[in-house]
């Protein structure tokens, strides 16, 4: 099956600083990759959908300028954190479709926990 | 936007009972996911169901669009089913956005 990865699993960073979290299709390509946000006991809100070889689409209330996503292949989607606060800590997790198969199906990778101190 | 609603919030089970996990939706879809999040928080694929009727071993899903609801049914519980459903749907004519419900959180004990 598809399968989708994300790295690091887990960061903690100082106040101030800059996190990438790299969300990966390993086996199929991607077009489109979605990243979201869950925090704790909450269900998942979509951040941001991020196209290939252009610019991401941004949901409402989502900072582009602290959230920057770069698609710069068909496998491979970055979401960069800048001058992160604690109240960014959360869960964040990457879900890609297959663009081959144009199937609706989406695929999530297994997260990636921030920690801002 | 499209609003989705789960049932129940929370459940707790024996080991081999049954359950079902309702979705209600608000729109018309054309794309409607079941995930089970284990306590890692790794979201697991269990059915793309916009309609009709799947089984996949103990679990089984009934998508009625007509009437906006979707049901997760699991049969058996084990201890291993543990963790949050959620429900997640794509308006008809949307962008490809998934919307997803609160999550119904499972506990089986043994």
């Known amino acids: 099956g598809a399968v989708v990865s994300q790295h690091p699993s887990r960061v903690i960073c100082k106040s101030g600083t800059s996190v990438k979290i790299e969300c990966r299709s390993l086996?199929?390509?991607?077009?489109?990759m979605f990243w979201y946000r869950q925090f704790p006991k909450q269900s998942l809100m979509l951040m941001a959908t991020?196209?290939?070889?252009?610019?991401?689409?941004?949901e409402q209330g989502v900072e582009k300028d602290k959230f920057l996503i770069n698609h710069a292949s068909l496998t491979l989607s970055t979401l960069t954190v800048t001058s992160a606060h604690p109240e960014d800590s959360s869960f964040y997790i990457c879900?890609?479709?297959?663009?081959?198969?144009?199937?609706?199906?989406?695929?999530f990778g297994p997260g990636t926990r921030l920690t801002v101190l | 936007g499209i609003q989705v609603e789960q049932s129940p919030p929370d459940l707790i089970l024996q080991e081999g009972a049954n359950s079902t996990l309702r979705c209600n939706f608000s729109?018309?879809?054309?794309?409607l996911q079941w995930f089970h999040q284990n306590p890692w928080g790794q979201l697991i694929n269990l059915f793309y169901?916009?309609?009709g009727t799947k089984q996949n071993g103990r679990l089984s899903a009934t998508t009625v669009a007509t009437e906006r609801y979707s049901l997760l049914y699991i049969s058996s519980s084990q201890t291993t089913d543990s963790g949050v459903y959620f429900c997640?749907?794509?308006?008809?004519?949307?962008?490809?956005?998934?919307?997803f419900g609160k999550g119904t959180k499972l506990t089986v004990n043994p």
């Open positions: 991020s196209n290939e070889g252009s610019k991401a689409t941004y």
């Open positions: 086996d199929f390509q991607a077009t489109t």
């Open positions: 169901i916009p309609s």
């Open positions: 997640a749907v794509e308006r008809t004519g949307g962008s490809e956005k998934l919307v």
């Open positions: 729109d018309s879809v054309n794309n």
């Open positions: 879900s890609a479709r297959d663009s081959r198969t144009g199937g609706d199906t989406q695929y």
